[in-house]
């Protein structure tokens, strides 16, 4: 089994900063891939950001230049670094993990619980 555990969200008033982390563990050979997407009521569910294995990473137009999206490869963890945040970003923000398991097996899409980010005065 492959788990991702997710934490970091919480409520953070428009301009502040938050850093979202999410370690995955269990039955890991590689992980191709991180990254995370969020969900607001009645929106559909976007990518904001992830990173691959070489380090190459992408970003939704809306939140370059304030999310940096980070990877601890010792740790399995990837990390988005929320600053000047906006009431538009607040959505549900969950983690996404492409995994192989073993050399022989193919890469499965993993997702963490999601967390709540709130960005309000």
């Known amino acids: 089994q492959v788990q991702l555990v997710e934490s970091g969200g919480g409520l953070v008033q428009p301009g502040g900063s938050l850093r979202l982390s999410c370690a995955a563990s269990?039955?890991?050979?590689?992980?191709?891939?991180m990254g995370w997407y969020r969900q607001a009521p009645g929106k559909q569910r976007q990518l904001v950001a992830s990173?691959?294995?070489?380090?190459?990473?992408n970003y939704a137009d809306s939140v370059k230049g304030r999310f940096t999206i980070s990877r601890d490869d010792a740790k399995n963890t990837v990390y988005l670094q929320m600053n000047s945040l906006k009431p538009e970003d607040t959505a549900v923000y969950t983690c996404?993990?492409?995994?192989?398991?073993?050399?022989?097996?193919?890469?499965?899409?993993?997702w963490g619980q999601g967390t709540q980010v709130t960005v309000s005065s």
């Open positions: 996404n993990a492409y995994v192989r398991r073993t050399p022989g097996d193919y890469v499965r899409g993993y």
């Open positions: 269990g039955s890991i050979f590689s992980i191709n891939a």
């Open positions: 990173i691959n294995s070489g380090g190459s990473t």
